[in-house]
């Protein structure tokens, strides 16, 4: 059911290669913020337009595209996503993390270990990690230029000094190759620590027009002091369904008598743990 | 039992429907044309194409229509349209001093070269529901006269032959483009005007109306209002000349504003300038107070702190397109994060109930 009216995966090719050429500059300066001429979307603002304009100039007709949203494969917005690109570009489409070559994201990042050959893009909705501290693009950018970190760390020490943690639990700062400081997007700090990986990674912000870039086994550092290191947290449950232990869990309630129970938030990877046989409490 | 939510695209499928069937309405009642919306709704179709950026009546009657009345979905639909078209080129500068006239008037003299004329406005109808037109009366057709009017020269032009008010000069160069370059600050004058043609009305009325307040008040007088249709000229390189393409309607507002004069400014009159497509009056006049407030920084004058003589709050916050859609997206699914901040609220309860256990036994 491919669309014909449109290039292929909905952009002109002149789009494309704009916005490749500032993919390309993204993986030369890893975690540096590439402005790019982003277009309007026929999806909106917010929905996850940078993210669909890097794998529309990312996506080859050979590609195998599988869209999460919150880790899984069948929220309504990754539904949206998925067809879009099934309607413009007539690529194969998988929900299987191992079987796509190129995998978009919303807030995840998926349990099973990404392999070399595939690229994982993330929507992004503030690329800037010092926003929240600076509202001005104009001072942000000095910033990052100078290296001027400082305050960034006084703000996690604050949130030390004010409730005994760090109070950042999710779009948590890191640093990229001892250089820029960068926003992974809104993925939970759970999953920080798989951003070192073989994948290419590569971040669209549409609305913001940015795009940044973390190579294959680039090295990734979590912000943190020596007396208060980084914790990547999670529910500290199994999940109901597979009993996986070591995946990032949602907390469903069952009933409005205080019932809930604890899932993988990454859909494929409990469905496949409960087809080799694993069950969890809760399973049926 | 919990079962992991499935039917993602047949609840999408089924909005779909819904929504089409809720757009139409009352089958008993007629179907709107879109000829309908673009003759009778002519200033919700001027609004979409200012702010869409795309002079096509008949598209953003077909967007209304689409968008069930909401004129910034209906906006949305003509960008995302608009952005799939290709260039062939741009245009010359349209030459506003050659509008055919249909409304032009001036604050400033009583009378004027060209005259006052009051075209189609409602500045002086009583506000009173016209319940005939619930009664599906027919129109009364408007009185003919020949007005005469021939060519309707600029207001600034006159005050510009006393040296009163600043030079504007012109330029050849080629304006930035927001819609193809990312928006960089400090952003030029050309490239705030384009911003703020396509700027979301109401942010750009609000903005207007606190400089009117004393936030930046720049004292400004409508030297000029007009509208009519302008001729679109382009280039043809293979005829060697310029052949006109078609017609727009514009309306255009020059702003007088006093000015005292500043360390590196005489005193003078300066302009605030605004240009939008169609008959958008509010709009027009609004873009140019905003457009004088943000000119604070060539004219030398202090920078009072007011929101609109920050370029980049302005300019990064005037686009309805991109506000509704972060604005919006929050009702997307966060569950991920939300539940990181409940294993971290539940954490920090945790260690401040500790300290209040361990501060009650001390």
Redesign the interface.
């Known amino acids: 059911m491919t669309e014909q009216s449109?290039n292929f995966a909905y952009l002109?090719e002149q789009t494309k290669r704009m916005i490749r050429r500032a993919i390309l500059k993204g993986l030369a300066i890893p975690g540096y913020q590439v402005?790019?001429?982003?277009?309007?979307?026929?999806t909106?603002?917010?929905?996850g337009?940078g993210g669909v304009q890097v794998s529309a100039a990312t996506l080859t007709p050979d590609d195998t595209f599988k869209v999460i949203?919150?880790?899984a494969d069948?929220?309504?917005?990754?539904?949206?996503i998925r067809?879009f690109f099934e309607r413009t570009a007539g690529v194969a489409v998988t929900t299987k993390t191992s079987e796509a070559t190129v995998i978009q994201t919303r807030?995840?990042i998926p349990e099973e270990p990404l392999t070399e050959g595939q690229i994982l893009v993330y929507q992004v909705?503030i690329p800037e990690p010092l926003r929240f501290l600076e509202p001005?693009?104009?001072e942000t950018r000095k910033m990052h230029a100078l290296e001027e970190y400082g305050l960034m760390h006084v703000k996690l020490y604050e949130d030390i000094a004010r409730?005994?943690?760090i109070?950042t639990?999710?779009?948590y700062p890191v640093k990229v190759e001892e250089r820029y400081v960068m926003d992974p997007s809104?993925?939970?700090?759970?999953d920080n620590p798989k951003l070192e990986m073989a994948a290419i990674q590569l971040f669209g912000a549409g609305?913001e027009?940015?795009i940044y870039a973390i190579p294959p086994y680039t090295g990734i550092v979590s912000l943190d002091f020596e007396d208060h290191p980084f914790e990547p947290?999670?529910?500290d449950h199994p999940c109901?369904?597979c009993g996986a232990a070591d995946s990032?869990?949602?907390?469903?309630i069952?009933d409005d008598a205080g019932g809930r129970?604890f899932?993988c938030?990454d859909?494929d990877y409990?469905e496949s743990r409960r087809a080799q046989g694993h069950r969890g409490k809760?399973a049926? | 039992m919990y079962v992991a939510v499935k039917g993602g695209e047949r609840a999408i499928d089924a909005a779909h429907q819904w929504l089409a069937e809720e757009r139409r309405g009352d089958t008993d009642v007629p179907e709107m044309s879109v000829a309908q919306i673009r003759e009778q709704m002519r200033l919700a179709v001027n609004r979409v194409m200012a702010e869409g950026s795309l002079y096509d009546p008949d598209l953003a009657a077909l967007a209304i229509k689409q968008a069930r009345g909401d004129l910034i979905e209906a906006i949305f639909l003509i960008r995302a349209y608009r952005t799939t078209l290709p260039r062939f080129g741009a245009s010359r500068p349209v030459d506003t001093d050659a509008m055919a006239v249909e409304r032009r008037v001036s604050a400033t003299f009583k009378d004027l070269p060209g005259g006052q004329i009051l075209g189609p406005t409602f500045d002086y109808t009583h506000r009173l529901l016209d319940f005939k037109l619930a009664a599906e009366g027919e129109a009364p057709v408007a009185g003919r006269a020949d007005t005469g009017v021939g060519h309707v020269p600029h207001v600034t032009g006159f005050l510009n032959r006393e040296g009163l008010i600043e030079e504007q000069p012109s330029s050849d160069d080629t304006p930035p483009d927001l819609t193809r370059e990312p928006l960089e600050l400090p952003a030029n004058r050309a490239l705030r005007l384009q911003a703020l043609t396509r700027a979301d009305e109401g942010f750009t009325l609000g903005l207007a109306y606190s400089t009117q307040r004393g936030y930046a008040r720049n004292h400004a007088f409508v030297g000029e209002l007009r509208i009519g249709a302008v001729e679109v000229e382009m280039d043809i390189p293979e005829l060697g000349f310029a052949i006109s393409i078609g017609e727009v309607t514009l309306t255009e507002c020059e702003t007088v504003n006093q000015f005292k004069g500043s360390k590196t400014e005489p005193p003078q009159f300066t302009r605030g300038y605004g240009l939008v497509f169609g008959q958008t009056e509010r709009k027009a006049i609004s873009m140019a107070l905003v457009d004088r407030a943000l000119r604070w920084e060539e004219l030398g004058e202090d920078n009072v702190g007011a929101p609109a003589q920050d370029a980049e709050f302005v300019l990064y916050h005037s686009d309805n397109i991109q506000a509704t859609g972060f604005l919006e997206h929050i009702k997307l699914p966060h569950y991920v994060d939300f539940q990181s901040e409940l294993e971290l609220v539940r954490k920090l309860r945790r260690s401040a109930g500790a300290q209040d256990l361990q501060e009650a036994a001390e």
């Not at chain 1, 402005?35 to 026929?42: D, H, I, K, L, Y």
């Not at chain 1, 990032?248 to 469903?252: A, F, K, M, P, R």
């Open positions: 449109y002109d402005p790019f001429a982003s277009r309007e979307m026929p909106p603002y917010g929905w337009t949203d919150q880790g069948d929220t309504t917005n990754a539904v949206s067809r807030h995840r909705p001005r693009e104009t409730h005994g943690h109070a639990s999710y779009a809104p993925i939970p700090k759970f609305r027009q940015r947290t999670k529910a109901g369904l990032y869990l949602d907390e469903v069952t129970m899932v938030s859909t409990c809760d049926a």
